[in-house]
């Protein structure tokens, strides 16, 4: 009959009278308690009713089950969290978001057991890459970078100072001296730019974005690593034709630490523009001045080249949130005057003209654009955009060989800076999570090792 | 439970029930999506219960995603699986859990310690009345933490209001033995906490407050 049904348990603990069917004995202490929580089923919640109605003892253990059970939970209320009143969100988008954020740890995990090697460059880099992040907007949108990238670009082309080497070869142009454009980067909003872009735009402009243009590099794993101390580091140098320089005095916090030194080889690189993709990406960016530059005619591809110098980071820290890098490159040998990179211009465009064009953009802020313009001395300096809530200034470095110019960044929040200045052919930085004092102390006290 | 076989990494192992003669990552990075989608709400739900809030509970998620990512020899199959995910998601946040209220437990003795010593300024709040409840939890604390571990999860979990069938698989017991070894943490919790609760009332009385 019905108890005939359900599990051992029942049986054992119901065995039913052959003749009558009544239950004879009581019910496990378990039983209890689950049929007190609701999770018995429906014929075993029916038979312990009928049961309990009739077992008086059975009903002072239910009473005194119950009992437990309330002061516990009674008292475990105060002790457990309380429950979020906001809304479990959907499965299926709670799970797929939560995919792509496990899947991104693990590329990023895969990304920094790769690089783990490498040593402080990496380090270095990624702290500053982290600083510019961070002072960068956080959220760009896709099509917001683009646009932001091409603009980099042609900003690049017109503010090079190219006109005095217009009838070299290559055009090159390497640094002597440093200037800051301030650029509201998320508020890149005043250039013209697409108003409403749909996802499908998006993931055309990224895919445009890889077809802009070729890399090249001859760069490879091998292009940096990490060296055992000063003297590696030096020995490194002197083939490139340059002393290590070392702090002569430390902030206190990094006052006795061992750095870690990195040397990366000289590389060369270049870029290929493709000029029509350039143009298409910008008449889909929908803005009629961008796509109206002067592009020169006849030319499908543009090549930038690039070559580096060879360089050594000294790296003091815990490679995680606090750091102080001195990243110094030697003179490129035949690169002409100035410091670090050279970076080469295609001949065939005009870069006064693409330079004009820019500064004409009805878009651009007129601060920027007066920035721009105060800048003298157009082929010797290098003009470095930085965020509107960083500050800039003007700092003379008491350098090896007297005292040089040097451009001083800091962000908005006095969470990081950074120092560039060169030196006769020789470009150093100092940057990370350090004020301005302890910068300029670490860069006034630099000596050859 | 452990039901494992070889040494073999989840990626290769489930990917295609062939441990070792995978042909591509692709593969068994398909394969993972796929157990992660399938098992995400559960784990997610009983992190939602134990922790309280959607943010603790994802955090702890992805957490529990990795671990069963880098474990070595993982559940052959889906029962197993599942059960496997139960078990580290309640642990997980059984130890989030009591390592978050310890810390409060502890600050909020403090707390106590020091609003004895300091004159009661305003009367929004009964300060006897607040105190009070805050020891109360402290000694929740402490009677929890003087129980066995396995009734001290039975009691979270079963209060966290997880069914019997869930709280079977997280802890590894039989599902029918649930309501007897819960009836039996309850009564072992109310019998410490009111021997706890007196010997306090009677410094309490002693210190004359």
């Given at each position: ?12 603990y ?5 003749e ?9 202490e ?5 049929y ?7 014929d ?28 516990t939970?009674?008292?475990l209320a ?7 009143a ?12 939560a ?18 090697p ?26 917001l ?27 090159t ?26 996802p ?19 760069a ?12 590696a ?15 002569g ?16 080889q ?11 993709t ?12 961008l796509?109206?530059?002067p ?13 580096t110098p ?7 820290g ?33 870069v ?23 800048v ?43 120092l ?30 | 439970m ?20 995978l042909?591509?990552?692709e593969?068994?990075g ?16 009983i ?10 509970a ?29 078990r ?9 859990l009591r ?15 020091d ?10 709040h ?6 009070l ?17 396995r ?13 019997y ?33 007196r010997?306090?009332?009677a ?7």
């Amino acid at each position: 009959m019905l108890a005939l049904s359900h599990g051992s348990w029942f049986v054992s603990y119901f065995p039913l009278d052959a003749e009558d069917g009544a239950i004879m004995r009581c019910i496990d202490e378990g039983r209890l308690r689950a049929y007190l929580d609701g999770q018995v089923t429906e014929d075993e919640r029916m038979a312990f009713a009928t049961h309990l109605d009739g077992c008086a003892l059975c009903a002072g253990r239910l009473r005194a089950l119950d009992g437990d059970a309330h002061v516990t939970a009674a008292l475990l209320a105060h002790w457990l969290p309380t429950p979020s009143a906001s809304v479990a969100p959907s499965e299926e988008r709670c799970a797929s978001v939560a995919l792509a954020r496990f899947q991104a740890t693990l590329r990023e995990e895969a990304r920094a057991i790769e690089l783990a090697p490498r040593g402080p460059f990496v380090v270095l880099k990624e702290q500053m890459t982290a600083m510019l992040t961070r002072l960068t907007a956080p959220r760009l949108r896709p099509a917001l970078a683009a646009v932001s990238l091409v603009t980099i670009l042609a900003v690049v082309l017109a503010f090079s100072p190219i006109n005095s080497l217009a009838d070299q070869l290559f055009k090159t142009f390497r640094v002597q001296q440093f200037a800051a454009v301030a650029v509201r980067v998320p508020g890149m909003t005043e250039l013209p730019q697409p108003q409403q872009v749909t996802p499908d735009q998006q993931l055309q402009l990224q895919q445009m974005l890889a077809a802009l243009g070729t890399p090249t590099t001859d760069a490879t794993k091998d292009t940096v690593a990490e060296v055992a101390d000063s003297a590696a580091a030096q020995a490194f140098l002197a083939q490139h034709g340059a002393t290590l320089q070392v702090p002569g005095q430390l902030p206190a916090a990094y006052s006795g630490m061992t750095p870690r030194y990195g040397t990366a080889q000289p590389t060369s690189s270049t870029y290929t523009l493709n000029v029509a993709t350039a143009q298409q990406y910008l008449a889909l960016a929908n803005s009629p001045e961008l796509s109206s530059l002067p592009w020169p005619a006849g030319v499908s591809q543009l090549t930038f080249g690039l070559d580096t110098p060879a360089a050594v980071a000294t790296y003091y820290g815990d490679g995680q949130t606090n750091g102080l890098g001195i990243v110094q490159m030697a003179n490129l040998p035949n690169a002409g005057p100035g410091a670090g990179p050279a970076l080469k211009l295609p001949d065939e465009l005009d870069v006064n003209a693409f330079r004009a064009a820019i500064l004409a953009l009805p878009g651009l802020p007129q601060d920027t654009v007066a920035q721009v313009k105060n800048v003298q001395d157009w082929d010797r300096t290098l003009i470095i955009p930085v965020p509107q809530d960083a500050t800039t200034k003007n700092v003379t470095i008491d350098g090896i060989n007297g005292e040089n110019p040097g451009l001083l960044i800091l962000d908005g929040q006095g969470r990081g800076s950074l120092l560039l200045w060169q030196d006769k052919g020789t470009l150093y930085a100092v940057g990370g999570t350090v004020n301005e004092a302890d910068v300029l102390l670490v860069a006034n006290n630099l000596k050859p090792r | 439970m452990a039901t494992s076989v070889g040494s073999d990494s989840l990626a290769r192992n489930l990917a295609n029930g062939e441990p070792g003669a995978l042909a591509s990552g692709e593969r068994q990075g398909a394969r993972f999506e796929t157990l992660f989608l399938r098992h995400y709400g559960r784990v997610f739900g009983i992190l939602r219960r134990l922790l309280g809030s959607n943010e603790a509970a994802e955090d702890a998620a992805q957490e529990v995603f990795l671990r069963l990512y880098r474990q070595e020899a993982p559940p052959p199959d889906e029962a197993g699986l599942s059960r496997w995910l139960a078990r580290v998601a309640t642990n997980l946040g059984l130890n989030i859990l009591r390592s978050d209220r310890r810390q409060r437990s502890h600050l909020q003795h403090s707390a106590v310690l020091d609003r004895a010593e300091e004159p009661v300024r305003e009367e929004r709040h009964d300060p006897a009345r607040v105190a009070l409840a805050q020891e109360e939890t402290a000694t929740v604390h402490a009677v929890l933490d003087g129980m066995g571990e396995r009734a001290q999860a039975l009691l979270i979990l079963r209060n966290s209001g997880l069914a019997y069938a869930e709280i079977a698989d997280a802890l590894g017991v039989a599902p029918s033995s649930v309501g007897t070894l819960l009836a039996r943490a309850e009564r072992e919790f109310r019998k410490r906490y009111e021997a706890l609760d007196r010997a306090e009332g009677a410094r309490r009385t002693e210190r004359g407050e």
